[in-house]
Structures are given as structure tokens and as C-alpha cells.
T-cell receptor, first 115, second 114 residues
Framework: AQSVTQPDIHITVSEGASLELRCNYS??????LFWYVQSPGQGLQLLLKYFSGDTLVQGIKGFEAEFKRSQSSFNLRKPSVHWSDAAEYFC?????????????FGKGTKLTVNP | GAGVSQSPSNKVTEKGKDVELRCDPI?????LYWYRQSLGQGLEFLIY????????KSGLPSDRFSAERTGGSVSTLTIQRTQQEDSAVYLC????????????FGDGTRLSIL
């Protein structure tokens, strides 16, 4: 069974600074990988996903993530953070097998952006 | 166009009562997913539908939970004889195809059991 670890519960950065949110997964094969963002009182919004191919994935809102098989990681990055990026971020892993369409989510990283 | 719509947005009920949560997916989306989000457990998969069929019900916590989808559109999640541990935010998501995984989430139903 797959699992996800987001080591950082809470991160604070200054507006304009760069950001990297860590995600490590456990799965026996190449997984599907996702990053979602959730603002208070709202559902999740898909930022980006990795299925196959280029290991550097571009997403919405200027985010990108890199799949590193050797490190079992899928870290999310943004070169310059905006105050509106303050939210909770979830990494998720999905299994590559028909009939198993569930995602397993990490516990989330809450991002605070200081002015 | 409209996104995924869930109703009610908030539900407060007494322990032991039955509740029904509704999800209206994006028109034309064949895949529909239910997840539960709670402080203690984080985000948990409950069930997904491909059309009206639910191939994987493994995430339903107990036989008090059931879900159905009719006409390949609206889905209802029913919890019978609610318990306090059922308190959570229930999230619905839909996708054009099952292989896309949950793409579009609704804002959820916040369920509080007194």
C-alpha cells in the first residue's frame, strides 16, 4: 500500500521569497503523484500532477514539482511567493493499478506568508 | 460553468440520527469520489464511482456508511445511526475520466454530531 509523508507541518516564508514544500512517498512502483492546495473553508484545488514522462512538472499559479525516483520525493517549489499563496498544501500518491483509484494524502503543510 | 456542488454546506445532528449528503458533479464527468477530512485522520478515501458503479468501496469505515449514484450524475452519501466520530468534512470530487483521478473538488459538507 502506498503512503505519503509531508515532514513540515507548518512553514512561514516572507512574501517574495522562494518556497519548497517537501513530500516523500512509499510505493513499490512508479506512482501517480499530485499536489493540491486548500484555502480555509474550501475544497481542494489541483495544482499539478505527475503521471509519466518529464520529471519536472509545471502547474498552475507558478508552482512546479520534481519527481525524484531515487529519493522517493515529489517536492513542490515556487520561486517567489505571493501573500495569496497562504493556504494548506497536500501531497498525494495514487497506485498505478486498475481498480485501485484511491489517493493517499499526506497530513498537509500549512503555509504562512509574512508581508 | 458550475463546479462540483455539495449540499448541505453544514449539517448539525444528534447522535443516532441518519444523515444524507449530496454531491452534484460537473456535468459530463463520469468519475466521482468521496473523501473525508478530519483533524485526527487527515484526508481519507471513502468510495469512488465510475458511472453508476462503485468498484472500490474499501474506504467506507463501517456498514453504517453507504453511497449511491444515479443517472451517472448526482451522488448521495448516507450515514446511518451517526456517531460522534463521524464528525468531519465530507468532500466530493469529480473528473472527466477515472484515469484523471480527482480533479475538481467541492467545498465539502461539514458534519457535526452532537
Amino acid at each position: 500500500a502506498q503512503s505519503v509523508t509531508q515532514p513540515d507541518i507548518h512553514i512561514t516564508v516572507s512574501e517574495g521569497a522562494s518556497l519548497e514544500l517537501r513530500c516523500n512517498y512509499s510505493y513499490g512502483a512508479t506512482p501517480y503523484l499530485f499536489w493540491y492546495v486548500q484555502s480555509p473553508g474550501q475544497g481542494l484545488q489541483l495544482l499539478l500532477k505527475y503521471f509519466s514522462g518529464d520529471t519536472l512538472v509545471q502547474g498552475i499559479k507558478g508552482f512546479e514539482a520534481e519527481f525524484k525516483r531515487s529519493q522517493s520525493s515529489f517536492n513542490l517549489r515556487k520561486p517567489s511567493v505571493h501573500w495569496s499563496d497562504a493556504a494548506e498544501y497536500f501531497c498525494a500518491v495514487g497506485a498505478r493499478q486498475s481498480g485501485s483509484e484511491k489517493l493517499v494524502f499526506g497530513k498537509g503543510t500549512k503555509l504562512t506568508v509574512n508581508p | 460553468g458550475a463546479g462540483v456542488s455539495q449540499s448541505p454546506s453544514n449539517k448539525v445532528t444528534e447522535k443516532g440520527k441518519d444523515v444524507e449528503l449530496r454531491c452534484d458533479p460537473i456535468s459530463g464527468h463520469t468519475a466521482l469520489y468521496w473523501y473525508r477530512q478530519s483533524l485526527g485522520q487527515g484526508l481519507e478515501f471513502l468510495i469512488y464511482f465510475q458511472g453508476n458503479s462503485a468498484p472500490d468501496k474499501s474506504g467506507l469505515p463501517s456498514d453504517r456508511f453507504s453511497a449511491e449514484r444515479t443517472g451517472g450524475s448526482v451522488s448521495t452519501l448516507t450515514i446511518q445511526r451517526t456517531q460522534q466520530e463521524d464528525s468531519a468534512v465530507y468532500l466530493c470530487a469529480s473528473s472527466l475520466e477515472i484515469s484523471n483521478q480527482p480533479q475538481h473538488f467541492g467545498d465539502g459538507t461539514r458534519l457535526s454530531i452532537l
